[in-house]
């Protein structure tokens, strides 16, 4: 499918006593035509105070377009997350900021690396890049991994936190972030 609604849910869950900062824990589920993909996101807590959103139950609706489908063009200026499909790592930065100049209504692009990394870049100008670990695998029946990334990345950022905060897509996913915590660096 080229242009698709996603609705990602995203539901706080407890996280378990350590001797850490308390990560904060969330439940996310993305929902499109092709079916669901539940992720476990980790994230650290907001570093300035928060009004305490995504609250249970919080929900966010968007198109999200995949440009490698030949008939995607013609829904791109509605689009609110852009995937571009595969690209070079020497690309790959340069051709996810041109796709936001380009398409000034949309919040999130993502693009897929080679072996798997996936790098998002918000409007906001934030970047963080997720590598897939051990022994990742594809669901079948859901939203493809790139997609549902960029769907979870939206659904954060409309709940007013930052894409910094995310520390880690899984179990479901297995995806992890790497790079500085600041500013993730794309790795060849």
């Known amino acids: 499918m080229t242009a698709v609604l996603h609705t990602v849910r995203l539901a706080p869950l407890a996280a378990p006593p350590s001797g850490r900062p308390p990560a904060s824990l969330f439940d996310a589920r993305v929902v499109s035509p092709a079916g669901a993909r539940h992720v476990l996101l980790t994230a650290d807590p907001p570093a300035a105070p928060h009004d305490g959103r995504p609250r249970p139950g919080f929900e966010d609706e968007h198109l999200v377009l995949d440009l490698t489908e030949p008939t995607a063009l013609r829904w791109r200026r509605q689009a609110d997350v852009l995937h571009l499909g ?7 930065g340069a051709r996810l900021v041109e ?3 380009a398409h000034p209504g949309c919040a999130v692009a993502t693009a897929e690396r080679r072996g798997g990394a996936v790098l ?10 997720l590598r897939p670990a051990p022994g990742a695998r594809r669901t079948d029946g859901a939203p493809a991994l790139p997609l549902a990334l960029g769907s979870l990345a939206h659904a954060w950022l409309a709940a007013g936190r930052a894409l910094t905060e995310l520390d880690r897509f899984g179990p479901c996913a297995r995806f992890s972030r790497t790079g500085r915590r600041d500013a993730p660096r794309e790795r060849g």
Do not use: E, H, K, Y
């Open 86 to 92: 595969l690209l070079p790592a020497a690309d790959i």
């Open 120 to 129: 998002l870049l918000a409007r906001t100008g934030a970047r963080l890049l």
């Open 99 to 101: 796709a936001l100049s």
